[in-house]
C-alpha cells in the first residue's frame, strides 16, 4: 500500500506530464507566428517574415522551418531551420535575451539578441556568428549590390539599434 506522499507525487508526476504533451500537441503555432510578425514588425518595420512551420522545440524554445526573409518587400533570405530559446539568466533581469541558431544557405548562423544593459532605454542589440554561408543563394546582395557576389562567408556581427554595429567577415 502507498503512502500518501508516494501517491501525491506519482500524481503531480502525471499531470505534469499530460500537461507538457497538451502543450505540445495543442500547441497555438498560428497565434504564435501572429505575435512573432507583430513583435519583428515593432522592431523593423521593413522586415517581413514567412514561417511554413513553427513548433515547440526541446530545450524549451520555438523551432521554426522554412522561413522566408524579406527586406523592403524583396526577398532576402531563407532559413531552412531556425530555433529560437531564452537566454534563461536574463529572464532574471530587466533585459531579456534570446539565442538563436540555425541553417542559411548551406551555412549555419549562431547568436544572441535582446535589450542593451545599461542604456535604460529599449535599444536593442546582439550578435550574429556564422560560417559556411553560400553568398549565391542569399537574395538580398542581389538588391543591395549592383554586382554578382559568389563563394561562401564567415564571420560575426555585432548590432545595435542605435546604429553603432561592427562586422568581421572572411570571404573564400
Do not use: C, H
Not at 514561417?51 to 522545440?57: E, P, S, V
Amino acid at each position: 500500500m502507498m503512502n500518501n506522499a508516494k501517491k501525491w507525487t506519482a500524481f503531480s508526476a502525471y499531470l505534469l506530464f499530460v500537461a507538457v504533451v497538451f502543450l505540445y500537441v495543442l500547441f497555438p503555432s498560428a497565434t504564435v507566428k501572429t505575435y512573432v510578425d507583430y513583435r519583428l514588425k515593432a522592431l523593423a518595420p521593413q522586415v517581413d517574415l514567412e514561417i511554413q512551420q513553427l513548433r515547440l522545440g526541446i530545450p524549451p524554445g520555438l523551432s521554426f522551418q522554412d522561413v522566408a526573409v524579406s527586406y523592403l518587400e524583396k526577398p532576402a533570405a531563407r532559413f531552412d531551420s531556425l530555433i529560437l530559446t531564452p537566454d534563461y539568466w536574463s529572464l532574471l533581469t530587466a533585459k531579456a535575451a534570446a539565442e538563436f541558431s540555425g541553417q542559411l544557405s548551406g551555412g549555419t548562423i549562431n547568436g544572441r539578441a535582446g535589450r542593451i544593459p545599461g542604456t535604460g532605454k529599449e535599444d536593442m542589440g546582439g550578435e550574429i556568428t556564422f560560417s559556411d554561408i553560400q553568398l549565391s543563394d542569399l537574395p538580398i546582395l542581389d538588391t543591395l549590390v549592383p554586382l554578382k557576389i559568389a563563394g561562401k562567408s564567415a564571420g560575426q556581427i555585432n548590432y545595435t539599434s542605435t546604429g553603432k554595429s561592427t562586422a568581421n567577415l572572411t570571404l573564400t
